[in-house]
């Protein structure tokens, strides 16, 4: 997985950008190695927001985009925060499309019975 750090009003250092690596590993082991994160790392300037420090991450997937976005006390634990939830997002994911295909076949028109008049079923033709 390719994973691109990007910071907004905010310095990102080779600190930072290695703990980014180090906390979506997990997420990297979940997805394609085609897969591309992007995780933009900004401080709100507005005093009145308490939690001035905002993670957004957007994972690219084959046919699908997973974001999540978490404010927190300092960058550390906004980073925190969203890698949790685009964690949650990934494996829900990937056990909704697993459940796609362990589906039962469709039955065919030939195959599938018919209720008959009397109560009992009967082949359709």
Do not use: W
């Amino acid at each position: 997985m390719q994973i691109e750090v990007k910071g907004r009003n905010t310095p990102v250092n080779d600190e930072l950008r290695e703990y980014v690596e180090k906390r979506f590993r997990k997420v990297a082991n979940q997805v394609s190695e085609l897969a591309r994160l992007d995780v933009e790392l900004r401080e709100e300037k507005n005093p009145a927001i308490p939690h001035s420090m905002v993670a957004e991450a957007t994972l690219f997937l084959k046919g699908v985009t997973l974001r999540a976005r978490d404010n927190g006390r300092d960058l550390r634990h906004a980073i925190n925060l969203c890698e949790e939830e685009l964690s949650r997002q990934v494996k829900r994911h990937r056990e909704k499309r697993r459940g796609r295909r362990k589906g039962a076949p469709a039955e065919s028109i030939r195959t599938a019975t018919a209720p008959d008049l009397e109560g009992g079923t009967q082949a359709a033709f």
